[in-house]
């Protein structure tokens, strides 16, 4: 079992930055795929970005060259670097992780609020 915590979400002006940071405890050892997503009000929730173990990466065509994805392998994090926010990047953000043996967990969600 892997227990995710987000941590980092608040509210910023457009162009602005905010980094979202992800821990992971427990059985750190069967992580493979870290990701984060996002959900908006009556919208489904959506990939932004996703990095697996091996450090190859994945990004939604919304958020390409503004969103970074990064992890500490020595620290079990992942965080996600995100500039040039706009208001549509207004959302709930998760923390998600895919184990060995395709076992899914998710965090509990960040806000993250962008104003025009």
């Known amino acids: 079992q892997v227990h995710l915590v987000e941590s980092g979400g608040g509210s910023v002006q457009a162009g602005g930055s905010l980094r979202l940071d992800c821990a992971a405890s427990g059985n750190v050892f069967s992580l493979n795929v870290m990701a984060w997503y996002r959900q908006s009000p009556g919208k489904q929730r959506e990939l932004v970005a996703h990095m697996t173990r091996g450090g190859s990466t994945k990004y939604s065509d919304s958020v390409k060259g503004r969103f970074t994805i990064s992890r500490d392998h020595a620290e079990n994090t992942a965080s996600l670097q995100m500039n040039s926010l706009k208001p549509e990047d207004t959302a709930v953000y998760y923390c998600?992780?895919?184990?060995?043996?395709?076992?899914?967990?998710w965090g509990q969600g960040t806000q993250v609020t962008v104003s025009s």
């Open positions: 998600n992780a895919l184990l060995r043996g395709g076992v899914e967990t």
